[in-house]
Structure formats: structure tokens, C-alpha cells
């Protein structure tokens, strides 16, 4: 996918070759309920019950404590191309069958497959989706609980900007999730492309490019937040842009209700650590401002080409962290206005009570910098080249 390509996606027709573009606030339109969901597609009420459904087949496949702590292990067995995995139906549901037809990525813990739903007739489709399975082989229970965990939290969330949860079974020892398939690319690849040589020359319609993402990534972590659930590994690689320039946030693995116990190994940091927020290196499981940091490091890299905090060893990133402040990325490229560094600094604040309070606070902020109607004398500047935004008001 083309940088061109996607900014044009991503930004109005109308507002192309204007000189300050209006960005594109995907999930602006869809407002949200009083349960903090917003009015996108509704997922089927079932995933709930077949999570619980597979749920209590796999803790009879070992012992009856495996699920309880995760430290015994469970055997997983392989998905190939060619399979059919079967959600069974509950409570007298008709069960989904879904036809593997290729691998789409892998990671640490599993695999991503793109399947057909089969309809009821013989060689009917009903959809393509994507099919999230575990590696074969000897897992911790820990493993099988984080993946039942990402279907409890995503099927909460119904946004444009998140990855929709569509069915999740368990087919003869083989947990899976069936997702929404999102044709495009990931944000890491994309940014590879704005930051890749001769992509560097129009600053203000990538200032628009960059920001409309991460507007729309806040939209869709809101929602999240409103239901209790903090992402916990917010990073380029687990948001994608779709076909039509539509950010979606992906991969709840490492997800946590706030009322919820933590899932984890006994002094292991989850997460991808040059995102991970300090209080988390220190062992806490954290809040909602952890996700916040998180996206001020990845707003960080998106606007300089670098990440803030990097070391050749674990330990040295963690350091970093707990007391390593980077520079403004408006100091190292004076071109960002200065009021943007002032916002990703506080979202990299050390101290959680410093940072942003929710991500719609932090939306609200980055749409006044975006928006060409706001006055620049109506934004409050920090006082004593503070790195606190105090406040921002629209006229």
C-alpha cells in the first residue's frame, strides 16, 4: 500500500489540495450509547456463551486447577490450510463452520488465518473472516486463558475503530477466535513508508495523516475504556487501515477488565516493552493511563521516525522508562508545532495522574491542533515552557 494511497483514503476528496486538509475523524459519526458502545454493527449475543461453552471443554482437558492458575501446561493441536473448525452451538444454537484457506501472519503465541464462513448449503459462503489460533504444541494454560480473554473483552466493544469479535470456538482441543478480516496494512508499515526516503516532503498533510489515525485509534480506545477494558499493548503492528483508510485497533490478548484479577506469568512484564508504561515496568498491571502513554509513544514515533525510549537489552529500556525523558519531538523537528510536543509529552509523563485523563480528552486536544478553525490565540499555551497542557478552548 502506497503512502498516497492511504492519505488519500484517509483525508476528504473535497479537502485534498486544500493547504491545511481537514482530518478524517472515522468514528465521529457514530455516537456512542449509554453503555459507552457505539452505534456500529451489533456482534451476535452468542460469543459470550460459547466462550463460557469452550471454556469448560478445555479445563476438561486437564486438571481441574489448570485454568484456575496457568501454570500447567495443555496440548494444542495444529490448524492447517484445507481445515474446518466448528463452533458448536449453545443452548440449542445452530454450531458456524469456517473454512481455512491461507495463513495471514503469525507472532509469539499464535497464528492468523483468513477462512470462508460456510453457509448451510454446500459450497455457500457467507463471509470472509480471520481465524486467531494458537501454535501447536505444549502451551501454559496461561496462553489459552489470555485468548479466551481477548474474545470476553473485544465482544464488549462494538466501534468502527476497533477489530469486531464475530464467534470464538473450541474444535477437538483447538481454542480459536473468528474476527472481522481487515484488508490493508498496519500502521508499522505504513510508517515505514512516511519515513522512508523522498516520502518526507508534504509535513502538513502528514500532520493530518498521522493525527487522523491517532484520533481514530482514541475514539475506539474510549469505548474500550467506558467498558472497563485496557488494551494493554498498544502498538503500530496491532492497528491496521483498511481498504477504505478506516484505522481499527487489534489484538486484546493482553487485555484486562479494571475489576479483574491480572492474568500473568510471576514477574514477567506483559506487553511490548518500548511501549510499556513505567508504572507496568514496575510491576503494577495498570490503568487506562497506561494505555495513553503507550499512544504517546507510538504519536512519538509517528511524528519523528524514532521511538523515545530504545536499548539493546530489556533492562535498559525499562531505565528508560522509569527515568530517561526524551526531547519534544517539536525540538528535534521544529517544523511540529510546539503545542503537539506539549500534548505527546504529557501523555509520557512518568506519573499517571499527569498524563490525560481519558483518551477522549486527549482526541479533543489533538482535533484543536487538526482543526483550521480554531484560533491560534484561543489555545492556551503552557506557562514556563511547561509540560502540562492547561487548557485548550475553541471560539
Known amino acids: 500500500m502506497s503512502t498516497t494511497s492511504v492519505e488519500n483514503s484517509l483525508i476528504p476528496r473535497e479537502q485534498r489540495t486544500g493547504l491545511t486538509p481537514v482530518v478524517l475523524k472515522a468514528g465521529t459519526s457514530h455516537k456512542a450509547n449509554g453503555n459507552g458502545s457505539s452505534s456500529g454493527t451489533a456482534l451476535p449475543n452468542n460469543v459470550a456463551s460459547r466462550v463460557q461453552a469452550a471454556k469448560e471443554r478445555l479445563t476438561q482437558t486437564t486438571e481441574s486447577a489448570g485454568l484456575k492458575n496457568g501454570s500447567e501446561t495443555i496440548e494444542i493441536k495444529s490448524v492447517n490450510v484445507g481445515d474446518t473448525l466448528e463452533a458448536l452451538g449453545t443452548d440449542g444454537e445452530a454450531s458456524s463452520k469456517y473454512l481455512i484457506k491461507r495463513e495471514l501472519g503469525e507472532g509469539g503465541m499464535g497464528q492468523v488465518f483468513l477462512a470462508d464462513e460456510l ?58 477466535i473468528v474476527m472481522e478480516y481487515v484488508e490493508g496494512a498496519t500502521l508499522k508499515s505504513v510508517l515505514r513508508e512516511i519515513h522512508s526516503e523522498g516520502e518526507r516532503g508534504n509535513l502538513p498533510l502528514q500532520l493530518q495523516l498521522m493525527l487522523g489515525i491517532i484520533i481514530s485509534v482514541l475514539e475506539g480506545l474510549q469505548v474500550a475504556h467506558q467498558n472497563g477494558v485496557v488494551h494493554r499493548d498498544i502498538k503500530p503492528e496491532n492497528i491496521f487501515i483498511d481498504k477504505f483508510g478506516i484505522p481499527k485497533l487489534a489484538d486484546f490478548g493482553l487485555a484486562k477488565h479494571l475489576n479483574a484479577t491480572t492474568i500473568t506469568d510471576q514477574g514477567v512484564i506483559t506487553g511490548t516493552l518500548p511501549y510499556t508504561a513505567p508504572e507496568r515496568c514496575n510491576g ?112
Open 119 to 176: 453457509g448451510e448449503k454446500a459450497g455457500e459462503v457467507k463471509r470472509v473472516v480471520a481465524v486467531k489460533t494458537l501454535h501447536p504444541g505444549k502451551h501454559k494454560t496461561i496462553d489459552v486463558k489470555r485468548l479466551l480473554r481477548e474474545a470476553e473483552a473485544q465482544r464488549r466493544i462494538t466501534h468502527p475503530n476497533v477489530v469486531s469479535v464475530l464467534d470464538f470456538g473450541e474444535d477437538n482441543g483447538r481454542p480459536f
Open 284 to 395: 503494577s498491571s495498570g490503568d487506562l493511563r497506561s494505555d495513553i502513554y503507550s499512544v504517546g509513544v507510538m504519536l512519538y514515533e509517528m511524528l519523528t521516525g524514532i521511538r523515545p525510549f530504545e536499548g539493546s537489552k530489556p533492562v535498559e529500556i525499562i531505565g528508560k522508562h522509569l527515568n530517561y525523558t526524551p526531547s519534544s519531538p517539536s525540538v528535534r523537528n521544529s517544523a511540529i508545532p510546539k503545542l503537539l510536543g506539549t500534548i505527546v509529552m504529557q501523555c509520557l509523563a512518568k506519573n499517571p495522574q499527569d498524563r490525560f485523563s481519558s483518551a477522549k480528552e486527549l482526541a479533543d486536544n489533538l482535533r484543536l491542533i487538526t482543526n483550521p478553525t480554531i484560533h491560534h490565540s484561543s489555545i492556551t499555551e503552557p506557562a514556563n515552557n511547561s509540560s502540562q497542557v492547561t487548557s485548550f478552548s475553541a471560539v
